[in-house]
């Protein structure tokens, strides 16, 4: 993809100041920028890179103003993040697999497979499977019996649907996700060995989704682990049975939720954050990283952070009290020494 800085204005409706003729192929990181390319101003601690970068073309915000002369084109835009991720999408475009179904995919004759569908080599549908319009399952994906796809979804490489599990419209798998295993249910026995639950329920995943590399989604024990609709999850992260994810979460990498915990919507929760099991999460709940959650959070909108975790601000007032703890016990200790000496 090759455009000029006049026609990106356009695109993004911003406001050109600079060459309107000079062309740009590929993005490129601020501090990285090369000829040819187009970066961005987001972050005020990475202006003083707008005044080296040697990119093309610089996306900043309407209000930037510069305090030294910049050589690249500016494009003035009233949201900068919402503006790259529109480019990003363009130029990160990947090649259209074929819409034909590989010589060494399996397809059982009873799965039913909508128009436009692209399956790769030595991926496997199973019987009674129903795969919606415009899918693209690439090579080494496994869909298991009655498995049902929505349209426009995409499943990468080594992607594993167990059986009975529902995906809707629009949703996007990256490599090795695993939906549907079974849930870790066992039942301990007088001599100390543990009887496997049957894990009988499915996973639901909502419309909109996107679920990062080597995450996994187990399967309910009875009834459905839900994923709800514009959910975000990224890399490396454990959903337990029956766990109900509320609509537009979005979690980071390495995050566990054990089962039956209910995470309400548009919840924010941060890297290696862990729930324990069977409680609620009121809507709008931030957890910071590491976080520990061992309680409800009842209230909506709350910010919590430790472990186990508590009030966000709570939490930093604490922490600058546990920061101070030598001194204040090397305090206290000459108190007590002062008394006892009269």
Do not use: W
């Not at 005044?51 to 510069?66: E, G, M, N």
């Amino acid at each position: 993809m090759q455009i000029s800085a006049k026609e990106l204005g356009v695109l993004l409706k911003g406001h050109l100041e600079g060459d309107p003729d000079v062309m740009v192929s590929a993005p490129s990181k601020i501090e990285e920028g090369r000829p040819g390319t187009i970066t961005f101003l987001a972050n005020p601690k990475y202006e003083p890179h707008a005044y080296t970068t040697k990119a093309s073309i610089l996306l900043v915000s309407r209000d930037f103003q510069p305090v030294q002369p910049i050589a690249a084109t500016l494009i003035r835009v009233d949201d900068v993040y919402a503006s790259l991720a529109f480019l990003l999408e363009q130029f990160g475009q990947q090649a259209e697999q074929q819409r034909v179904i590989a010589e060494r995919a399996s397809v059982h004759e009873s799965a039913e497979i909508g128009e436009g569908v692209a399956i790769g080599e030595f991926t496997v549908v199973e019987a009674g499977s129903r795969i919606g319009a415009n899918c693209t399952l690439y090579p080494q994906v496994f869909v298991g019996k009655n498995v049902v796809l929505g349209n426009n979804v995409t499943l990468y490489p080594g992607v594993k649907i167990y059986h009975d599990c529902q995906i809707g419209d629009n949703c996007v798998l990256h490599a090795n996700v695993v939906i549907g295993c079974d849930g870790f249910g066992y039942v301990p026995q007088e001599d100390r060995s543990y009887r496997k639950i049957a894990q009988i329920g499915n996973v639901v995943i909502e419309s909109d989704v996107e679920i990062g590399s080597n995450t996994v989604i187990d399967r309910a024990t009875m009834g459905s682990t839900f994923i709800r609709r514009g959910v975000k999850l990224d890399n490396l992260i454990q959903i337990a049975h029956n766990v109900d994810i509320g609509e537009h979460t979005a979690i980071a990498a390495q995050a566990g939720v054990a089962g039956s915990t209910q995470i309400g919507q548009h919840c924010m929760i941060g890297g290696q954050a862990g729930f324990v099991g069977h409680i609620k999460v009121a809507d709008g709940a931030k957890v910071q990283a590491q976080s520990g959650v061992a309680a409800p959070i009842k209230t909506e909108n709350t910010a919590v952070y430790g472990s186990p975790a508590i009030d966000y601000s709570n939490y930093l007032r604490s922490y600058a009290v546990f920061k101070q703890l030598p001194a204040l016990y090397k305090r206290i200790s000459e108190l007590e020494r002062k008394l006892r000496e009269g």
